[in-house]
T-cell receptor
């Protein structure tokens, strides 16, 4: 079956540091890949996505590239801010006609200190 | 209202109570989902409704009973819950079309505490 493995947290960085959160996946077929972010007290929000190999998703300074050869979708940001403190979830969606099934990683807690 | 809304945001109930969680999506989507988020565990998909028909039930105990009266509303009826059912319950919606995976949009969740 499908699975997503994320870098274990928590991750603590200083403001303006470089961020990488690793994500690898196992899937049959050609899934779409997503990063979701959950701020304290809120639900999950889509941060970025990529639907095919070599696609790069980007949003709010975050980037991730769909690497089929390494089955990875690592999240990166060049300079984090305190407001980026949240839990980040990597997810994949397989192709279904009766509802998209998202398989999530366990989430990585990021804390950015001033 | 925009996006996906959930009520109540917080709920405390005893093991013998009956309560319901409500979710409403204002995005014109045709699929809705219930997830359970427990501390230090991956999100667990509980139920999937597509075009108002339940298409997935991931071995969820019968004390959880979903209802989808139309494409905009989803309920989760709760009865005789256990303390281990305490969690954040998240509702999501998406547009399903022709096999192409679409992102899901999440509500803020209901924080449930079972005493």
């Amino acid at each position: 079956g499908n699975s997503v493995t994320q870098m274990e947290g928590p991750v603590t960085l200083s403001e303006e540091a470089f961020l990488t959160i690793n994500c690898t996946y196992t899937a049959t077929g050609y899934p779409s890949l997503f990063w979701y972010v959950q701020y304290p007290g809120e639900g999950l929000q889509l941060l970025l996505k990529a639907t095919k190999a070599d696609d790069k998703g980007s949003n709010k300074g975050f980037e991730a590239t769909y690497r089929k050869e390494t089955t990875s979708f690592h999240l990166e940001k060049g300079s984090v801010q305190v407001s980026d403190s949240a839990v980040y979830f990597c997810a994949l969606s397989d192709e279904e006609t009766s509802g998209s099934r998202l398989t999530f990683g366990e989430g990585t807690q990021l804390t950015v200190n001033p | 209202e925009t996006g996906v809304t959930q009520t109540p945001r917080h709920l405390v109930m005893g093991m013998t109570n009956k309560k319901s969680l409500k979710c409403e999506q204002h995005l014109g989507h045709n699929a809705m989902y219930w997830y359970k988020q427990s501390a230090k565990k991956p999100l667990e998909l509980m139920f999937v409704y597509s075009l108002e028909e339940r298409v997935e039930n991931n071995s969820v105990p019968s004390r959880f009973s979903p209802e989808c009266p139309n494409s905009s509303h989803l309920f989760l009826h709760l009865h005789t819950l256990q303390p281990e059912d305490s969690a954040l319950y998240l509702c999501a919606s998406s547009q399903v079309s022709g096999g192409a995976p679409h992102e899901q949009f999440f509500g803020p969740g209901t924080r449930l505490t079972v005493l």
